[in-house]
């Protein structure tokens, strides 16, 4: 097995998740919170979906799916398209609304670039710095892994709040 198909796998295994979770959820289910500061599936997925699209366009050098598909227009989220929910507050974390076909839709279309940019990846492709703000500076594997780590946790906190909830 190749690095870049080990990549895709672990990838893949959101995806899985994410589907799992989100499929046959009303917008209701989506955007309720456990608690008055806890995170909704919405806002779980929408982030997960931005951090993967926003670090892996910066690390490949192309543009973000978000932007360069549409998807920050079609969302109509009542924020900035830079925006990838780092440090959102609470009352931030509650203006994410947004539907299964909307969130799975911009997941599989960044899944997709996702998919596409890993295949072009050599072993040798893993050790380019990519981000130089951090001591050591980060490697595109290390980014790769960290993507990968942030995700599933993302997932499996929202399949946590729909245990939950449900």
Same mark, same amino acid.
């Given at each position: 097995m190749k690095t870049s198909e080990l990549l895709l796998d672990a990838h893949s295994r959101? =995806? %899985? $998740?994410?589907h799992d979770v989100v499929t046959g959820l009303d917008d209701k289910t989506l955007t309720t919170r456990p608690s008055d500061t806890a995170n909704s599936i919405a806002w779980l997925v929408w982030h997960l979906t931005r951090v993967q699209?926003?670090?892996?366009?910066?690390?490949?050098?192309?543009? =973000? $799916?978000?932007?360069?598909?549409?998807?920050?227009?079609?969302?109509g989220l009542p924020l900035d398209e830079a925006d990838t929910g780092y440090a959102h507050t609470s009352d931030q974390v509650g203006l994410v609304k947004l539907s299964a076909d909307q969130l799975l839709g911009y997941y599989d279309a960044?899944?997709?670039?996702?998919? %596409?940019?890993?295949?072009?990846?050599?072993?040798?492709?893993?050790?380019? *710095?990519?981000?130089?703000?951090?001591?050591p500076p980060v490697t595109l594997g290390v980014r790769?892994?960290? $993507? *990968?780590?942030?995700?599933?946790q993302h997932?499996? =906190?929202?399949?946590?709040?729909?245990?939950? *909830?449900?």
């Open positions: 959101v =995806q %899985e $998740v994410l699209d926003d670090h892996l366009a910066d690390a490949g050098g192309y543009e =973000q $799916v978000y932007t360069a598909d549409g998807w920050f227009e079609r969302l960044v899944h997709a670039r996702t998919a %596409e940019f890993l295949r072009t990846l050599t072993d040798d492709d893993l050790d380019r *710095i990519v981000d130089r703000r951090w001591n790769l892994v960290s $993507v *990968i780590d942030d995700c599933a997932s499996g =906190q929202a399949a946590y709040v729909k245990g939950l *909830i449900s």
